[in-house]
């Protein structure tokens, strides 16, 4: 039975694996994810309509399960189609997360009226929207960093309802009756429209009903091409212009000059006409139609955005970390029985994760064309990419389940940081000019971020350590040693990568603006890495710290890495400081207050040490 | 050896002086990060890393730290002398020898930039053509001879004598330059000519020249990375015989002053400092992208031509994000651009030494990767040699 355990353990790792490849089916008759595969452009990047439902529902509510009132599950294209096609309904959808009990004040809503307690749909909050929208204009003076959490609550909660008001007009005018009778009979009459117009403005004699009637209709068109959020009209050109794209209101203007409606915005109404109808076959049929014509001028980006649609639904990360943390618990179990066999077992289950992660990162690099850390979001994937692949490469040598114990423990705290951090947005974000630079972003940025990777594993293997010694007999003096060695080595390997990325990163600037160093807080970041691995090897080579004392050292170095890689950011000042967080300051210091927990642990006397007052008194 | 020379060789060769000076610097540059957010980067710079003591101010509390140059240069000392009486030279150890043969590069590298390094700026609007670049932050007093319409015959006078109220008697100059009062920063506002100067107002009186018109307000200096200092000073111009009277020179007033004494004219004007340089830019044309549909910028880039007073050089350069145009020891990176006027902002600088953390880099990372290399490949070798009869 015993040697059936490694066996049971990777099929099911395997079997967790397959789950997520299994491609994505529509729930309804209607065609949902064709839809979802439909390419826009927001926030500068060509992406599927997929990604825009997702990251939307994201942002407005920290989750992409979003029910409708009754119950119902809707998948996020599902929804974005209520929202983009069928407002009235989509106004019932609680999707709009409150949580500052003051900000709920504001609409004279109870915690429970919401779904879950915390969301609300737009019905719920409409009546009070002016008293939003004045609370907003009274926070705009105050400077970000200086705003209470309220002040927060309400300027989020704003641009939340702004982003909703402005997704329902992108594709469709926001309070039409029937979108596409209105752009037929438009283009019926649009050449004989603006000759009555003309012949208006130059006094002459006229059609005057239908003058009026296109004027009214330029400024519905006008205030869609204001409000829209996607541009969803790709350029005639085909897809080498990138920057054609516009939005239906645009478009739609534009055909006052041409005298011809964009077939986009007609398929739009269309697919808005059937979605409201509920004609499955027809919105299939207009949806296919489209499809195929958009695969004349555009078949790369629509592979891409296909593949991407794929990509989001089969979620490896999550996946991933579901891995890791089974990955971990049977590491942790192998200590107490079973070692070899739960040891082998667990080794795999890291090895899934890995690969699984390693073809996300891989996917994404494809999807963005770019290395693979570009912001934030991208590496914290990478650093739980690199601490893992040292983890396996010390497991492959050494066989004791602490390789897969870290690497559970590092592989599941980093994507845990990069799930939180994809609440704000698409994480596939645009390069700013200065950091434009694949050749940068390839060998500073990803040698920094290693690093990170391993110095943070250096410091768990730390914990590790400590927690075994201290509180466990099990840490015989052969473990003890090994992770001495093991710390030691990855302290090594984060002095080369933090050393030489940091110097790189000095060459970047002095290439971008002209000076090698400049004491900006991220590049002190990183040099306060590179300064603390140089302290604990040189302790170590001048016999200042024994064992304890360098795991000691080796925990506080989870604190300086978590400060460069987060603290310096909130400090709102520097050149290079990517996103400011305030949420996540908490953490930062209960992260480091936790870590300062294990050093004072890590001094407490030897023979206080379960594992060693075993040995001595064996 | 005496026995104290001995004791101070000791001190200065050992590794718990590296612990101890790497932990004065990681406490140092935590603290300089902090500082930041009061002070800005500039100020920071000063007082933490060109300096040998700095003061942390937390909270009400001074903390004295040992500064950037005392803790530099110690480790300096502490990592050239570890290797002149402790590190013998050894194959096995070439690693460790060039990583400090690339972090004393790296180190010496930033003194002399320390030292030498210039910025300048140079603004450029469309077809204009330039050959000197600016200071940032230096200004300099120009007193002009515009009598002969052929050329300019230019006198400068630093700021720093200015801000000392030194009297300059040039050769080139018939007149006296005398400074009644110096405020490095300092605000403008119009005033009614016949009104005097506010009450209480300590400012001199201004008897020529636009300044006339002006109220003058001196202003505390200013470190905020977004504010910049506009200094303003009241000059007296003496002859020979008697006094011309006094004028307001600032930046702020836009364009020189005139005034003409002994047949000549001269102009006068406080600007920033100018250095010229052997050859000319000329800016064709801006170009500023954004993503589409966002007003995230994709690319700031500047075409200009490049020329010299002897025809050797006369080409088109490009110069982007991350590409400058490095040309007669200067290098010119795009800095600032508005793209709707046609008006580009290049940082220019000089720094001889700028090669010397690319040579750095690249004996630390040979260095770290000989070092750590080889002692993977003893461990991987030592492993192999063990496990062998384990599992024999």
Redesign the interface.
Same mark, same amino acid.
């Not at chain 2, 954004?290 to 966002?294: E, R």
């Not at chain 2, 994000?321 to 400058?324: A, L, Q, V």
């Given at each position: 039975m015993k040697k059936l355990i490694p066996l049971v353990l990777v099929l099911v790792g395997l079997g967790i694996v397959a789950a997520s490849f299994v491609p994505p089916r529509n729930a309804t008759d209607f065609n949902l994810l064709g839809f979802g595969r439909l390419p826009v452009v927001v926030n500068g990047r060509v992406k599927p309509l997929d990604t825009v439902a997702r990251t939307t529902l994201l942002v407005f509510q920290s989750s992409q399960n979003i029910p409708t009132p009754d119950g119902k599950k809707l998948t996020p294209d599902a929804w974005l189609l209520d929202v983009v096609f069928n407002g009235p309904k989509a106004d019932t959808y609680q999707h709009f997360e409150i949580n500052h009990p003051d900000v709920l004040a504001l609409f004279g809503l109870r915690s429970d009226e919401g779904r879950g307690g915390r969301r609300f749909s737009f019905q719920q909050i409409e009546k009070n929207i002016s008293e939003l929208q004045r609370q907003a204009k009274l926070v705009e003076p105050v400077e970000s960093a200086l705003r209470t959490p309220f002040q927060k609550a309400v300027v989020q909660l704003y641009a939340n309802v702004g982003l909703y008001f402005r997704l329902k007009g992108s594709l469709v005018a926001p309070d039409h009756k029937d979108f596409l009778a209105e752009l037929l009979a438009f283009q019926k009459n649009v050449a004989a429209g603006v000759d009555a117009v003309r012949a208006k403005q130059a006094g002459k004699p006229h059609d005057a009903a239908l003058a009026e009637q296109m004027m009214e209709t330029g400024g519905r068109f006008s205030r869609m091409s204001e409000l829209a959020y996607l541009l969803a009209v790709p350029p005639d050109e085909g897809e080498s212009n990138t920057s054609g794209w516009k939005k239906v209101g645009e478009s739609l203007l534009d055909s006052f000059q041409s005298g011809r409606v964009p077939s986009s915005a007609m398929v739009y109404a269309g697919l808005a006409r059937t979605w409201r109808a509920g004609q499955a076959k027809e919105f299939n049929e207009l949806l296919g139609l489209y499809q195929a014509q958009l695969d004349k001028g555009f078949a790369t980006t629509l592979k891409k955005s296909g593949a991407e649609v794929r990509f989001n639904a089969a979620n490896p990360f999550y996946t991933a970390m579901v891995l890791y943390v089974l990955a971990f618990l049977v590491a942790v179990i192998s200590w107490l029985k079973w070692p070899a066999e739960l040891g082998r077992s667990a080794f795999w289950l890291v090895t899934f994760a890995w690969l699984l992660t390693t073809a996300g990162i891989v996917m994404r690099m494809w999807l963005e064309g770019r290395p693979p850390v570009t912001n934030l979001y991208s590496s914290a994937l990478f650093v739980g990419w690199v601490a893992v692949a040292a983890c396996l490469v010390l497991e492959y040598f050494y066989r004791n389940a602490i390789g897969t114990v870290a690497a559970g423990l590092v592989g599941f705290g980093t994507l845990l940081i990069a799930y939180y951090l994809a609440l704000d947005g698409d994480t596939l974000e645009m390069m700013r000019a200065v950091l434009d630079s694949n050749f940068w972003l390839a060998t500073h940025v990803v040698t920094v971020t290693a690093g990170y990777g391993a110095t943070f594993l250096a410091g768990f293997l730390a914990l590790i350590y400590v927690s075994r010694g201290l509180f466990t007999t099990s840490l015989d003096k052969a473990t003890a040693d090994t992770l001495n060695r093991m710390v030691y080595g990855i302290v090594c390997f984060a002095t080369l990568f933090s050393l030489i990325g940091t110097v790189l990163g000095g060459i970047w600037a002095d290439q971008s603006w002209g000076r090698f160093w400049g004491w900006d807080p991220k590049e002190n970041g990183a040099l306060l890495i590179v300064i603390w691995n140089a302290i604990i090897l040189h302790a170590r080579w001048g016999g200042l710290a024994k064992a304890r004392g360098i795991m000691a050292l080796a925990v506080f170095g989870n604190i300086v890495t978590a400060w460069s890689w987060f603290g310096v950011n909130m400090l709102g000042v520097g050149l290079h400081s990517y996103g400011f967080m305030d949420s996540a300051f908490f953490w930062l210091v209960a992260f480091a207050a936790s870590q300062l927990v294990f050093i004072a642990l890590a001094c407490v006397p030897l023979e206080k040490w379960r594992s060693f007052r075993t040995t001595t008194a064996a | 050896m005496h026995p104290f020379t001995r004791q101070v060789r000791d001190f200065f060769v050992? #590794?718990?002086l590296?612990?101890v000076l790497?932990?004065c610097?990681?406490v140092l540059? $935590?603290a300089?990060? #902090?500082a930041?957010?009061e002070l800005?980067?500039y100020v920071?710079?000063e007082r933490? $890393?060109h300096s040998f003591i700095a003061i942390w101010h937390v909270g009400s509390l001074y903390v004295p730290l040992p500064g950037g140059y005392l803790v530099g240069g110690l480790l300096l000392i502490n990592l050239i002398a570890a290797h002149i009486y402790r590190l013998k030279f050894e194959w096995r150890k070439a690693g460790i020898q060039l990583t400090h043969g690339g972090l004393i590069v790296?180190l010496i590298?930033?003194l002399l930039?320390g030292l030498w390094?210039e910025?300048f700026s140079m603004q450029l609007s469309e077809n204009e053509t330039k050959s000197y670049s600016e200071s940032f932050r230096l200004h300099e007093l120009a007193v002009i001879d515009t009598t002969d319409a052929q050329f300019d015959d230019v006198v400068v006078i630093p700021d720093t004598k200015l801000a000392r109220s030194e009297t300059v008697q040039h050769p080139k100059l018939p007149f006296r330059v005398v400074t009644r009062a110096f405020y490095p920063n300092a605000a403008l506002a119009r005033r009614d000519a016949s009104a005097p100067q506010a009450a209480g107002s300590a400012v001199p009186a201004i008897t020529q020249g636009m300044g006339s018109a002006v109220a003058v307000t001196p202003l505390p200096i200013t470190y905020k990375?977004n504010e910049t200092n506009s200094p303003a000073a009241i000059i007296e111009i003496i002859g020979a015989d008697a006094s011309l009277g006094t004028w307001l020179v600032s930046p702020e007033l836009g364009m020189p002053q005139t005034f003409s004494h002994a047949g000549r004219t001269w102009r006068l004007a406080l600007r920033l400092q100018r250095a010229y340089k052997p050859f000319a830019l000329q800016l064709l044309k801006v170009t500023h992208d954004?993503?589409?549909?966002?007003d995230?910028?994709?690319?700031?880039s500047s075409r200009i031509k490049l020329t010299t007073p002897d025809g050797r050089d006369d080409r088109e350069v490009l110069i982007y994000?991350?590409?400058?145009l490095r040309y007669g020891g200067f290098?010119f990176?795009q800095?600032q651009m508005n793209a709707a006027t046609g008006l580009t902002v290049f940082?220019v600088?000089r720094n001889p030494s700028?090669l010397l953390?690319?040579i750095?880099?690249i004996m630390?990372?040979f260095g770290?990767?000989l070092?750590?290399g080889l002692?993977?490949l003893k461990?991987?070798d030592k492993?192999r040699t063990t496990s062998t009869p384990a599992a024999a």
């Open positions: - | 050992s #590794l718990k590296t612990v790497l932990a610097s990681l540059v $935590f300089a990060t #902090l930041q957010v800005g980067i920071v710079q933490f $890393f790296l590298g930033e930039t390094q910025d990375p954004i993503y589409v549909g966002t995230l910028p994709k690319n700031f994000m991350n590409n400058p290098t990176y800095y940082q600088v700028w953390p690319y750095a880099c630390m990372g770290l990767v070092q750590f002692s993977l461990f991987i492993r």
